[in-house]
Nanobody, 123 residues
Framework: QVQLVESGGGFVQPGGSLRLSCVAS????????IGWFRQAPGKGRERVSCISRVAGSIYYVDSVKGRFTISRDNAKNTVYLQMNSLRPEDTAVYYC????????????????WGQGTQVTVSS
């Protein structure tokens, strides 16, 4: 069964760090472009980062550049999102998504989705 599972969310103070994991089962992640999206209460789903199939191309939304890092561990069939210098405005549910072709800006075009993990940044 094809499945994506996110983990690593939690509560952190401003300036803190979290590492999100996206683990795939039923398919091989390195055959897919993997995007991280987030959705804050009352807002639309925003693409935060994406890593292409061959990891030659990486995207970050401007608001997280220099603070977030996306990476793959193909041996573990996992993609990570390292989040440093977290801010209250980073509070959201974070989702990973897999696309068998390219990184896309439209969340609804991805082939597979995880269930999300909550990130809360507050003092």
């Amino acid at each position: 069964q094809v499945q994506l599972v996110e983990s690593g969310g939690g509560f952190v103070q401003p300036g803190g760090s979290l590492r999100l994991s996206c683990v795939a089962s039923g398919f091989t992640l390195d055959h897919y472009a993997i995007g991280w999206f987030r959705q804050a209460p009352g807002k639309g789903r925003e693409r935060v980062s994406c890593i292409s199939r061959v990891a030659g191309s990486i995207y970050y939304v401007d608001s997280v550049k220099g603070r977030f890092t996306i990476s793959r561990d193909n041996a573990k069939n996992t993609v990570y999102l390292q989040m440093n210098s977290l801010r209250p405005e980073d509070t959201a549910v974070y989702y990973c998504a897999a696309d068998r072709v390219v990184c896309r800006s439209n969340w609804d075009l991805y082939d597979y989705w995880g269930q999300g993990t909550q990130v809360t940044v507050s003092s």
